[in-house]
């Protein structure tokens, strides 16, 4: 697929280090879709859609300080939609949206489909700090019952999403969706899945986007999070790498600790 142009046409200030971009376009997309969002001289990363017309970014290293630096009517090259997004039951009742950090911008685009088919929605959201908050307001919004917390107690309650869990597990769930750190989708892993039916977003090194490279493989059984994911069923899951181990931009093992 090749490379499309787009003007940035509105940029939201999240919190201290997120920032969504609006773009003059929108996209097709099921939620848990990613787009490949370049810029000329620096690189080309993945972003999840946050909406139809935008995705959401949370400062880390080179590419997203440079989108930081961006302004409404500059120009930037996109690929996408990308993936598997997360399948939503029409006939769900009541789903539960765990994110873990800037997870939540996959999952708000799903709690938004949720409620228009009139699916009951509960939240968990963890962030480090307020400072690395998004979509609160929608949060709220689009749940019947939620919880926001954060590692330093800064907003919400002090600790971490795996510390609530139990929560909402009282409640039956027909749809599990959670996205956040690999640690911590491990955890819920461990706790959740196969009492629910539950679906996990994951995250590994993106370089083509279509399934070519191979650079995004979760060993076991070979499945490419670009093309077979980013979202995977728990069963799926099951004897591949996901919870001990990612690959760098190098084909290294990173091992989770
Ligand atoms: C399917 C998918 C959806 C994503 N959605 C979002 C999102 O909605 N919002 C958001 O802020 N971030 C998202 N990310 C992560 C985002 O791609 C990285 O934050 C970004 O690439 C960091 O680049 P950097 O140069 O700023 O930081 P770097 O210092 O280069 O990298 C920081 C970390 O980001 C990750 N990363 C870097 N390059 C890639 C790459 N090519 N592919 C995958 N991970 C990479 C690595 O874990 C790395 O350790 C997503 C990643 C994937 C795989
Ligand atoms: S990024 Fe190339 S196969 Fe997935």
Redesign the pocket.
Known sequence: MRIRVVRIREIRDESKYVKTFLLDTSFEFTPGQ?IMVWIPGI?E????L?SKDG???????????KMFSLKPGDKIGIRGPF?RGYHLKKDSKRILLISGG?GI??LIPLAEEARNLGIEVDILAGFRSKDYMAFIERIKSLSRNYLIATDDGSFGVKGFVTDFIEKFLKKHYDQVFVCGPEIMMKKVFDKISFKFETQY?L?????CGIGICGS?VIDGKGLL??KDG?VFYDRELLGTSFGYYKRD?YGRRIYFK
């Open positions: 990613f690189d990363k993945p972003f999840a946050s995705f959401t970014v949370q400062i880390y290293g080179e590419f997203t300080k993936g800037i911008s996959s977003s995250s590994r090194y993106i370089k995004c999070v670009c980013p931009e």
